[in-house]
């Protein structure tokens, strides 16, 4: 059973820079697939980045393409995601989650671990 919590999340005005943390446990963390996805307030929940166990493929969304970056590092148990240039759009409760396997799923439903979220609010 794999266990993720994530951390970093605050308060940042608009153009700042944030990272958030991943910590997992209970798994070998490099034979899974870890995502960040995203959720604003009221609205359904979102992709944002996934990289494979290896670290060597990584898929970014559209909405955050060249502002975001997803990393790992499984010496650590730990994956990161470097936002800057944030957005008041940007604004929202932030979970990562892990698949078993080596796909870079943009599918929530591929999931079978998720952290509790950590929350993100950009002020313009």
């Known amino acids: 059973q794999v266990q993720l919590v994530e951390s970093g999340g605050g308060l940042v005005q608009a153009g700042g820079s944030l990272r958030l943390s991943c910590a997992a446990s209970g798994g070998t963390f490099s034979k899974y697939t870890m995502a960040w996805f995203r959720q604003p307030p009221g609205k359904e929940r979102e992709f944002v980045a996934a990289?494979?166990?290896?670290?060597?493929?990584?898929y970014h969304a559209n909405s955050v393409k060249g502002r975001f970056t997803i990393t790992r590092d499984n010496a650590k148990n730990t994956g990161y995601l470097q936002m800057n240039s944030l957005k008041p759009e940007d604004t929202a409760l932030y979970y990562c989650?892990?698949?078993?396997?080596?796909?870079?799923?943009?599918?929530?439903?591929?999931?079978?671990?998720w952290g509790q979220g950590t929350q993100v609010t950009v002020s313009s």
């Open positions: 990289i494979q166990g290896s670290g060597i493929n990584i």
């Open positions: 989650a892990a698949a078993y396997g080596s796909g870079l799923y943009r599918d929530s439903y591929a999931y079978d671990y």
